[in-house]
């Protein structure tokens, strides 16, 4: 979030939200509140709709599979301001902890074979950093996997206080 300054940013549900929310709350953040897997899609419209702006897409393994159909319909469009972002622990984390498939599907193939233009996998804090950098000078669109632990350690992460209405209002603000 600190490499962020004036990007849109679509987050997926569950802990993505909560997370963005309590380490930079800021209103280019569009928090998702239920609607898990839709990120993306969401991410593809804002993408669409301001063309000069960049649209990073904060996702996670759980959410994207709900929703892999929107990997190829990103790839077809080739939209170069979108930023994809998959945080991957191979867990349900949001709903406790179930293990997703994301241990045996390599996301970032699908990604590659879904035509991004730019697709890598972190799972170094330097290479989260170094990538993202890269990532936010380029055009995309770009699909980052960041692998992440799961250490079964429930989180003390507040909830985002911001209503339904209050996050499209304030995200409308900063489009």
Known sequence: MELLDDQLVVCANGLISRETFTVR??????YMIGSMGMASSIGVGVALSKPSRKTVILDGDGNLLMNLGSLPMIGSLQLKNLFHIVLDNEVYAST?????????????KIAESARYAYVKKVV????LRSE???????EGPSFLLVKISDNGVERDIGRVD????????RFMSAI
């Open 25 to 30: 709350d800021r209103t280019e953040n569009f």
């Open 96 to 108: 406790g902890n179930q293990p997703t498939i994301s241990n045996v599907i390599e996301l970032e």
């Open 124 to 127: 170094t804090n330097e290479d």
């Open 132 to 138: 993202m950098a890269h990532i936010l000078k380029n």
């Open 162 to 169: 911001h209503s339904p209405e209050q996050i499209k209002k």
